[in-house]
């Protein structure tokens, strides 16, 4: 099964900035849709950010709007997740996940996971 990698989570203070990246070790990023989800304890996963690869177009959930950006780089297969100005209530779980679908927020119409990293913002 196809997996996913993150890079990049970590304890930050509030204020502050994580850049995330994930990579599809065997496959490419280019004919899919690649998302970043995030799940904090006791709360459902949220799709945070998405990117459509042949396009560029984005999508963000208004709570990061401002603050988080999506990006991918051809030459390294990579898609990225900088986030700053990083608030308490940003502390998850972050998970990459790809789908054929734009723009779904529904986590079941992602075929594709990591592993997740860890994300922590102190007060």
């Known amino acids: 099964q196809v997996q996913l990698v993150e890079y990049g989570g970590g304890l930050v203070q509030a204020g502050g900035s994580l850049r995330l990246s994930c990579v599809p070790p065997?496959?490419?990023?280019?004919?899919?849709?690649t998302g970043w989800f995030r799940q904090a304890p006791g709360k459902e996963r949220e799709l945070v950010a998405a990117?459509?690869?042949?396009?560029?177009?984005?999508y963000y959930i208004d709570s990061v709007k401002g603050r988080f950006t999506i990006s991918r780089e051809n030459a390294k297969n990579t898609v990225w997740l900088q986030m700053n100005s990083l608030e308490p209530e940003d502390t998850a779980v972050y998970y990459c996940?790809?789908?054929?679908?734009?723009?779904?927020?529904?986590?079941?119409?992602?075929?594709?996971w990591g592993q997740g990293t860890q994300v922590t913002v102190s007060s």
């Open positions: 065997g496959r490419t990023f280019s004919n899919y849709i």
């Open positions: 996940a790809i789908t054929r679908l734009w723009v779904t927020v529904q986590d079941y119409d992602y075929d594709y």
């Open positions: 990117i459509r690869w042949s396009s560029d177009t984005t």
